[in-house]
């Protein structure tokens, strides 16, 4: 058993805080906002991810895990403290480090003398930022105070990032004192997945290059699929048989949109920024961003183009936070979308199941639904942006005689096309001959190109 303080209280603080507690460690968040601590401390979880209320409350009862505002109540008893506070985008592309930054000093003013504490940066950071953590905690630490840093990139995935925690890949540790990663370790042991110790500069390198290697899969298959549009051929069965190859693998073959999140916009510009200041040229960061751009345009063409103009038009919006299992809008495709459309005169009705509290002081103009059918009805069109599954078991022939117009845009490929032509929609997806099946395509494989951005 351990004593673990945990910094920050998002995705990556929560799931790591919960799940260290329900092996039976002893787990204090620390986090400066003073509403969310109390909700967490009610038992009331502030994001949607699956697992994770469930295992807050079990926790707190069982009196392993607590939540503070204050740093003295968690950090001079712990044994590791976990750095999870977040890195956004600054003005030009790099990693924003100030929460960092404030983290480092404000835990090294509390570091107890007389013992040593291993500093665990679990934020997405820039490579170095284990030294910069270092020399803060080295300035504002009281004499005496001994610590260790250990890098330990996350790789957990909005919407399954309790299973992610629980069962991992990898388990990334890079550090200079190598009997501090090998303690990082021991808390790692009991989910039994293989183990990554380097220094600590290409471990912070492994989170980078790794979610900027993804989002390259998905902004390729995009591009494909752009391509397979004008030709004629369809980019599911295309993926499919890529994927079945080893060396390719089916996952993140799945065209649609493209990617938002807190990570993968993020990660590659920051990639990006750092290789421009290390006078690198990094050109194919720049095509993944631009091709993941270019997707939502070319999505509100295609609404367009249908329409004869979407001006004057109201069109339906189903699914606004970035992925399904999520309410997180950052980055979000929808939130561009709607904007675009608003821009270009339409009207926007819009239904998510988790994701509408935030979205609303987001897009005031946006008119927020019940359900898809009500979204629908009335409407031009049907723009399907984010696949929950909820949209999957909808009564198509309901929505169809509701609607003003049939139109559906598939920006998932959620929709059997034949389906939708014999309801009468006029339908369009990503990379997909329009009233193209899906023959001849293994349904296991299917199933592995499906939810996995």
Not at 127 to 137: H, P, T, Y
Not at 227 to 254: K, S, T
Not at 308 to 320: F, K, M, P, R
Not at 406 to 425: C, I, Q, S, T
Request: hydrophobic share 45%; glycine share 12%; net charge negative.
């Amino acid at each position: 058993m351990a004593n673990i303080a945990v910094v920050g209280s998002g995705y990556v603080g929560l799931g790591t805080g919960a799940v260290f507690a329900d092996l039976g460690n002893r787990v204090v968040g620390v986090d400066v906002d003073a509403a969310k601590v109390a909700r967490l401390t009610a038992g009331e979880c502030p994001i949607f991810e699956p697992g994770l209320e469930e295992l807050l409350e079990r926790n707190l009862a069982a009196g392993r895990l607590a939540f503070t505002t204050d740093y003295a109540r968690a950090v001079p008893g712990a044994d590791f403290v976990f750095i999870c506070v977040g890195t956004p985008s600054g003005p030009h592309g790099g990693a924003d480090m100030r929460y960092v930054r404030q983290a480092a000093r404000t835990v090294g003013r509390h570091l107890a003398a007389g013992r040593q504490t291993i500093i665990v940066n679990k934020s997405t950071v820039p490579i170095g930022s284990g030294d910069l953590v270092g020399g803060l905690l080295g300035e504002e630490a009281a004499p005496g105070a001994e610590f260790a840093i250990v890098s330990n990139p996350e790789f957990l995935r909005e919407g399954s990032a309790v299973r992610d925690m629980l069962h991992p890949d990898r388990v990334v540790l890079g550090s200079t004192d190598q009997a501090a990663a090998e303690a990082v370790a021991d808390l790692y042991k009991p989910f039994g997945a293989p183990l990554v110790i380097t220094d600590l500069r290409t471990a912070e390198m492994i989170k980078y290059a790794s979610n900027a290697f993804l989002a390259t899969k998905i902004a390729f298959i995009n591009e494909v699929a752009a391509i397979c549009e004008a030709l004629g051929a369809d980019v599911r069965q295309v993926a499919a048989g890529m994927g079945l190859d080893a060396r390719i693998g089916p996952h993140f073959l799945r065209a649609g949109i493209g990617f938002g999140g807190s990570c993968f916009p993020k990660d590659v510009q920051a990639l990006e920024y750092m290789a421009e200041e290390a006078d690198c040229h990094p050109q194919l960061l720049r095509a993944v961003l631009e091709i993941n751009r270019d997707g939502r345009r070319g999505f509100v063409r295609k609404l367009d183009r249908l329409l004869g103009g979407v001006e004057g038009a109201t069109i339906a919006v189903w699914g606004l936070a970035f992925k399904p299992d999520t309410d997180d809008l950052r980055e979000a495709p929808a939130l561009d979308i709607c904007r675009d459309l608003l821009a270009r005169g339409a009207r926007v009705r819009a239904y998510d199941p988790a994701a509408m509290g935030g979205a609303r002081a987001l897009l005031p103009d946006v008119a927020f639904c019940a359900d898809p059918y009500e979204a629908a009805a009335g409407a031009d069109a049907v723009a399907l942006v984010t696949e929950w599954n909820e949209f999957k078991g909808l009564d198509l022939a309901r929505v169809r005689a509701g609607m003003a117009r049939p139109v559906l845009v598939d920006g998932r490929n959620l929709y059997d096309p034949r389906e939708l032509a014999a309801l009468g929609f006029t339908h369009r997806g990503v990379g997909v001959p329009q009233g193209a099946a899906l023959p001849g395509v293994p349904e296991a494989v299917v199933r592995q190109l499906v939810g996995d951005d």
